[in-house]
C-alpha cells in the first residue's frame, strides 16, 4: 500500500504581507492627497506686480478681498472649481460684494488644446461675454479637450452661437490670435510669483496652491480676512498692480 501523503497547509502570510502593503501604500496615498489639497499659503513680497492687464474682473473691484485665480481651461481641477463650487462663491461671496473676482490666463503647454479656449474667452471679452464663454468652455471641457477632438474651434463655435456673439467678429479675433500676447503675459506673471500649476488662488497677497476648493473653505478665509482687516483699520484690498 503506498501511503498517500498529505500536503502542507500553504501559508497565508504572504497574501496578509501583500495586503498590509496595499493599507500601508492606500493611506500613504489618501495622506498624499489631503496633504496637498491643504497646503500651507505663500505670502507675497508687499507690491508684488500680478499681470500688466487686469484680467477678467467679476465684481467689484473695491470689495473687501480680492480673489485672484490663475486657471488653464483643459485643467481638470479647474473645471471641478469652476462647475462645482464657483458658482457659490460668486452667488455668495462675489456678488454679494464680499470679495472680487479676477480670472488669469494660465495654459499648461501639455494642454493641446487649451490655448484655443484661452483664446475663444480673450474674445468674447471684447464683446463682454468673457463669464458667458468662461462657464461654456468648463461645463462642455469633455467635448473639446485635446482627448476628444483635434478641432476644439468646431465644438466652441456652437458656444459662440448659444452665448449670442457676433460670429464674424469672433471668428477674426480667434484666427488673428492676436489676443496671445495679453495671455501670454498673465502666465509670465503668475510664474513670476512662482505658480506651478492649476488652480493656483492669490487671496489678499497669499499664494494657495491646492487644487481642491469648497465653498464653505473659502467663505471662511474670505470672512476671516474680513474680519481682520476691520479690526486692524485697514481699508479694501488694492487691485493687482498695474
Not at 499681470?51 to 483643459?74: C, K, M, W
Request: with cysteine.
Amino acid at each position: 500500500m503506498v501511503n498517500k501523503v498529505t500536503p502542507a497547509p500553504k501559508s497565508r502570510a504572504p497574501f496578509f504581507l501583500l495586503l498590509l502593503v496595499i493599507v500601508v501604500a492606500g493611506a500613504g496615498g489618501i495622506y498624499y492627497k489631503m496633504d496637498a489639497s491643504k497646503s500651507k499659503p505663500i505670502a507675497l513680497a508687499p507690491g508684488t506686480p500680478l499681470p500688466t492687464s487686469e484680467g477678467y474682473l467679476r465684481g467689484n473691484a473695491n470689495a473687501p478681498v480680492s480673489i485672484v485665480e490663475f486657471g488653464d481651461f483643459e485643467c481638470p481641477t479647474c473645471e471641478h472649481f469652476a462647475t462645482v463650487t464657483e458658482p457659490d462663491v460668486r452667488a455668495k461671496i462675489v456678488d454679494a460684494g464680499l470679495a472680487s473676482f479676477r480670472y488669469y490666463d494660465f495654459p499648461i503647454p501639455s494642454h493641446m488644446n487649451t490655448m484655443s479656449a484661452h483664446l475663444a474667452a480673450a474674445c468674447a471679452d471684447h464683446q463682454g461675454k468673457f463669464w458667458e464663454m468662461h462657464d461654456a468652455l468648463y461645463a462642455g471641457q469633455a467635448d473639446w479637450n485635446s482627448q476628444a477632438t483635434t478641432n476644439p474651434k468646431k465644438v466652441i463655435l456652437d458656444y459662440v452661437k448659444r452665448i449670442g456673439l457676433d460670429e464674424k467678429a469672433w471668428n477674426e479675433c480667434f484666427d488673428s490670435q492676436r489676443d496671445v500676447a495679453r495671455i501670454e503675459a498673465h502666465k509670465a506673471a503668475g510664474n513670476k510669483i512662482g505658480v506651478n500649476g492649476t488652480p493656483t488662488m492669490v487671496i489678499d497677497g497669499k499664494m494657495y496652491q491646492q487644487p481642491t476648493w469648497t465653498y464653505d473653505e473659502m467663505r471662511k478665509l474670505v470672512d476671516s480676512l474680513t474680519l481682520a482687516k476691520k479690526a486692524s483699520g485697514a481699508g479694501p484690498a488694492a487691485p493687482p498692480s498695474q
